[in-house]
């Protein structure tokens, strides 16, 4: 499994951004897509996942301000993030889970900077 990442960029806080992953190669219907985000000196955190069956999940820091969904038929999940502050700052990371294994996408940089 393969996964490409788009989006991320500069914004300034309370500004909003997109960021899009879809996956290739032998993906299962049964599978969870979601993203994580890693700030410089800290660890890696989950902002929010999606199951195949829209089942969604987020960290307590970022509900009511992002949401996560997903294109079964294009094997893609999106993050919109709206309203985003100083510490949403971080490299964001797609994830892609089938059963016990998992796949990272190779990240992208959202800054969030006046």
């Known amino acids: 499994v393969q996964l490409q990442a788009y989006g991320g960029g500069l914004v300034q806080p309370g500004g909003s951004l997109s960021v899009s992953c879809a996956a290739s190669g032998r993906i299962f219907s049964d599978n969870i897509m979601a993203w994580y985000r890693q700030a410089p000196g800290k660890q890696r955190e989950l902002v929010a996942l999606?199951?195949?069956?829209?089942?969604?999940t987020y960290a307590d820091s970022v509900k009511g301000r992002f949401t996560i969904s997903r294109d079964n038929a294009k094997n893609t999940v999106y993050l919109q993030m709206n309203n985003l502050k100083p510490e949403d700052a971080a490299v964001y990371y797609c994830?892609?889970?089938?059963?016990?294994?998992?796949?990272w996408g190779q990240g992208t940089q959202v800054t969030v900077s006046s």
């Open positions: 994830y892609f889970r089938v059963g016990e294994v998992g796949y």
């Open positions: 999606i199951t195949t069956g829209g089942t969604i």
